[in-house]
């Protein structure tokens, strides 16, 4: 904290000095205006507006206002530059001390002859490209028309046609193959909290792409921005008002082809105004959406298959299937939204007041008919998951001009929380299965598992009887969860524009951050030995299972709850039609059981109460930077930031007792004694503070007029999960335990950046970009021996058991728990980029806007993993020894694909608006295991969209039809192992998907 004051102090001081040598300057004026679309009026971005002959100049903003400062007084000549218009040039006279207002119009480029066509695709790249063109970091940006001309419901999916970016688990943003978690998500520079029970990453499903007036993904953060963000920084634009009166409302319904459901919808609606002289704006909006959705899936479970006892080297192992599960997926989701953004503008800035609210409702479903084949059993599963999200943000923000400095600030509350209603099932724990019946025929022999596919398992034979006098097998649990995040944060920026000269000229800027972070995590399970006393079990639910017919005396019997429909409705399609899902429980019987019997069943203590805890993390941080111009060949930017993190965590210590009822001790709980608190205290809360400095230097050069390129060298980090850092210690016996590590260090990745771009009227934008990232201290979980834990690691020592009365530790228990890897983990790869309007070809050619960008990614760790021999040792009686080798494999980092490619091509014809879209993320790594061998990959990944929108009569009015996955192409998972001794390693299909194809038909009305 010394250091974060001294060197704040040292800024300060220096921006003060410069302040003032600069405030005495005269022979200097100014120049202010704003840049519009000549055609209609609308305000342009990222307009370049340079003083010819200088390094004097500026972009418009998102209001197209612009300023340049410290303009030689005497006569010169303003140049006016937008790729995809003419460009325009002024010559003027600027006054000693005065402020000359210049408002400026450019009409669009056009062929000689031809008339002006505005083509709202062409409009929106236009816009993104000239933001993107304009911006002194390397990012790339997704324009408000840009995204209104796509399907795209949500930000992820707005955001995943951008290079590089490709979506997990369906919302959440993987840039570059950098796992979403080391990602920092804002909206209007408001970091959002984490939706996530276990790590920091953020859910952008439930943000409507409607309310966004552009997106921004910066790849090479500059010191005023987090530095806790090793992938990229997404930041979301909100609209504001702009002048006069406006409305927008839209309307649409849905059909899903896969799950035959109709009732999909989505209605939007805005309204904005200016009021007292347009000093006064008011954007307000609300959205909602219902989509009935899900995943078909199959899956195949492979294990190791060894002819000796000692295992196989890595990599060489034989395989076979040991189990085979089909899985439909219903997934219902509601989502309601709103945001309320006020400005005020002032006589030197502006005010804004930020209000964003999102809400979801996620109704999950899963029948999982799982065929086991050692040993031979048939399980009828259902998994619910009944829960809520919030997340709001309030944020008032400021900006002041007073000449020869500038200020900045903000301060925002941003809240995020989930809450279950209603999950059980969890782990596949809720199952039927018949112990007389054989469920298909057949010898499922080493030799015949080892050669088993997929396709085998399909064309199996059920024995129908098997499910007729099936009943609950085990235990019945529920487990709720339950999280909430809070982020307080304030922020200063000071911006002193200087000029050395008319050659050399930029800004000073430092500034200071203060964010708060508030964590709890409250999980309850409960079980219950349903098959060992059903009346005891159902004795709440009893009334009701005698209403419906069910004997409440005996555990629940699978005829009793099954859908006889699903099969001729929903499960005919199952799979594309190649399978028929058709043994399903009611969903709604099952609910109703579950919700009147489980509030008499038992807590389960420990996996209550393991997971619980408090956190907060207070993070300070300070920057300097400078951004200057020289000549107006060379940008250079550059700085320092320095930040410090301290994290306080409060979490809990159990000792398990019985493992099916989950009797535990909690050593800190305040029935114990004050020294058993005092130890378990000492070794479940975490009080460290951790800072560090991240250098940052970017260049610019301007090749000539239409060609520059771009340079940067950035330091990054990212913090551990929560899971991996909160001081929870599970003791399940002296031989089996876990613990987090609060001494965990972040990531730290070193980034180099180089792009070079091309951009004219005809080209559009061309780039070329190449990355790559060395990054240290990456953390893996992993079972170690309790006498091979590092020092680091906090667990209970024999001593410390001792005083809390349990077993002493075995030197030879596993206990898992997360470590720093101690080799760094390197990444690179290259992007394309281009966008363009074709309109000097000819006719209809001179129609196609066209976007088209390629990734490739490579990425490589080595692994720290320990591997266990086998030794018998006779002395004199025989024995096993089990000795713990440490060694690494290499392997890419998970979540990194191997290719992302996004296209689209569209065209405008009058009132008339067609556009068909493509993805594809290729060959993605989504597990590293224990041995390579299980390793789990995705191959490519395909998608096809298509979007049709038709203007009618009446002015601002509009029709749509939207195509979703029109192409429904299944996505296919692989492991790569041997199937028989010395062959070849194959790439084995391990699961099978299909996501929902859909059409969706509105109506839109703007004024």
């Known amino acids: 904290m010394v250091k974060l004051k001294l060197f704040t102090a040292g800024l300060v001081l220096l921006l003060i000095q410069s302040t003032a040598l600069f405030a005495q300057d005269d022979g200097y004026g100014r120049i202010e205006g704003t840049v519009t679309d000549a055609v209609n009026q609308e305000a342009l971005i990222g307009v370049n507006v340079m003083i010819q002959g200088t390094s004097l100049g500026s972009a418009s903003d998102i209001d197209g206002n612009f300023v340049i400062r410290r303009v030689p007084a005497g006569q010169q000549t303003v140049i006016v530059s937008y790729i995809g218009y003419d460009q325009v040039q002024e010559v003027v006279q600027i006054e000693d001390g005065e402020t000359l207002e210049l408002d400026f119009e450019l009409s669009p480029t056009t062929v000689e002859g031809e008339e002006i066509v505005i083509s709202s695709q062409a409009e929106g790249q236009k816009r993104a490209i000239n933001e993107q063109i304009s911006a002194r970091q390397i990012k790339n940006v997704v324009s408000a028309e840009k995204i209104r001309e796509l399907p795209d419901e949500s930000a992820a999916t707005a955001l995943s046609r951008l290079p590089g970016v490709s979506l997990q688990e369906g919302d959440k943003v993987v840039v570059r193959g950098i796992q979403a978690k080391m990602n920092t998500i804002m909206v209007n520079g408001v970091q959002l909290p984490s939706t996530d029970l276990n790590d920091r990453s ?72 200016r009021f007292f002289d347009d000093k006064l704006g008011a954007f307000f909006q609300v959205n909602a959406r219902r989509e009935n959705a899900g995943q078909d899936y199959s899956q195949a479970n492979f294990t190791l298959i060894s002819d000796t006892p000692e295992p196989p080297p890595y990599g060489e192992a034989k395989y076979g299937m040991e189990s085979f599960s089909f899985g439909d997926q219903v997934r219902i989701t509601d989502q309601r939204g709103g945001s309320l953004i006020l400005d005020y503008k002032l006589p030197n800035g502006k005010l804004a007041l930020q209000n964003t609210y999102a809400y979801t409702e996620n109704d999950f479903t899963e029948h999982r008919d799982v065929m086991q084949f050692s040993p031979v059993r048939r399980q009828l599963q259902i998994r619910r998951d009944i829960h809520s999200k919030h997340l709001l943000v309030n944020a008032l923000q400021g900006e002041h001009d007073f000449d020869v400095f500038e200020i900045d600030y903000g301060i925002s509350r941003a809240y995020s929380e989930k809450d279950t209603d209603l999950r059980y099932g969890e782990d596949y724990g809720f199952a039927f299965v018949n112990s007389t019946e054989v469920p298909y025929p057949g010898n499922f022999s080493r030799e015949r598992r080892l050669q088993m596919t997929p396709q085998d398992v399909y064309d199996l034979e059920l024995n129908p009887a098997y499910t007729e006098t099936a009943s609950f097998w085990q235990n019945g649990a529920t487990r709720d969860q339950a999280f909430n995040e809070t982020i307080t944060s304030g922020q200063l920026n000071v911006t002193i524009p200087v000029t050395f000269s008319e050659s050399i000229s930029g800004e000073f800027k430092t500034g200071g951050m203060y964010k708060v972070t508030e964590r709890e995590n409250d999980l309850q399970r409960t079980t219950s030995r349903i098959t060992e006393n059903p009346l005891q079990s159902n004795r709440l639910a009893e009334e009701w299972m005698r209403e419906q017919g069910i004997d409440p005396t005996v555990a629940p019997q699978f005829a009793d709850f099954k859908d006889y429909d699903y099969g001729d409705d929903r499960g005919a399609d199952f799979l594309g039609g190649n399978y028929v899902m058709d043994d399903v429980m009611d969903t709604d019987l099952m609910d109703k059981y579950i919700r009147l019997a489980s509030p008499a069943w038992g807590v389960h203590k420990a996996d209550s109460e393991i997971d619980d805890y408090t956190g907060k993390e207070t993070l300070s941080a300070g920057y300097g930077m400078f951004d200057f111009s020289i000549g107006n060949k060379i940008e250079i930017l550059g700085g320092v930031r320095y930040e410090n993190l301290r994290s306080e965590y409060d979490a809990n210590m159990v000792l398990l007792q019985q493992a099916q009822d989950g009797t535990s001790r909690i050593p800190n709980e305040e029935y114990d004694t004050p020294e058993v608190q005092s130890v378990a205290d000492s070794l479940t809360t975490a009080d460290r503070s951790v800072g560090h400095f991240f250098p940052n230097l970017q260049l610019r050069y301007k090749i000539t007029d239409w060609m520059d390129l771009r340079l940067a060298y950035t330091e990054t980090i990212s913090r551990p999960d929560y899971s991996a850092i909160v001081p929870n ?70 001593s410390e058991i001792e005083r809390i009365n349990y077993q002493e530790p075995a030197s030879k228990g596993n206990i898992t728990t997360y470590f720093n890897n101690s080799n760094p983990a390197y990444l690179r790869g290259f992007e394309l980029d ?174």
């Open 729 to 798: 210690i599970y003791y399940e016996s002296p031989s089996i335990g876990s613990t987090g590590n609060p001494n965990l260090k972040p990531s730290e990745s070193f980034n180099y950046d180089a792009y070079l771009s091309f951009y004219t009227n005809k080209v559009g934008l061309f780039t070329v970009g190449a990355f790559y990232k060395k990054i240290e201290n990456m953390f893996i979980q992993e079972t170690r021996f309790y006498e091979n834990l590092d020092e680091s690691i906090v667990y209970p020592s024999p």
């Open 202 to 273: 953020t859910n952008l499903g439930f943000i409507s792409s409607n309310m966004l007036s552009g997106i921004e993904v910066t790849k090479a953060v500059t010191p005023d921005m987090d530095a806790n963000s090793i992938g990229g920084v997404i930041n979301l634009r909100l609209q504001e008002a702009p002048e006069d009166f406006h409305f927008d409302v839209m309307a649409q319904g849905g059909y899903n082809t896969q799950d035959d459901t109709k009732d999909n919808y989505q209605v939007w609606g805005s309204v904005s105004n």
């Open 834 to 1007: 281009w966008q363009t309007h074709f309109w000097y070809l000819p006719k209809p050619l001179n129609l196609l806007v066209l976007n088209v960008n390629y990734t490739r990614v490579f990425s490589e760790m080595d692994y720290d993993q320990t591997i266990y021999e086998n030794e018998t040792v006779c002395d004199p009686r025989c024995s096993v020894e089990v000795t713990a080798i440490d060694t690494v494999r290499s392997a890419r980092l998970i979540q990194q694909g191997d290719h992302i490619i996004n296209a689209a091509l569209g065209a405008d014809y009058k009132g008339f608006s067609g556009r068909v879209s493509f993805r594809m993320q290729g060959d993605v790594i989504t597990n590293v295991a224990t041995r390579p061998e299980l390793d789990a990959f995705t191959g490519n990944i395909y998608g096809w969209d298509v979007t049709i929108r038709q203007q009618l009569p009446v002015d601002g009015l509009s029709l749509f039809l939207n195509g979703l996955n029109i192409g429904h192409l299944p996505t296919k998972d692989y492991q790569k192992f041997r199937r028989e001794d010395d062959g070849d390693i194959l790439r084995n299909l391990r699961r099978t998907s299909y996501n929902p194809r859909r059409f969706q038909i509105g109506i839109r009305y703007s004024y």
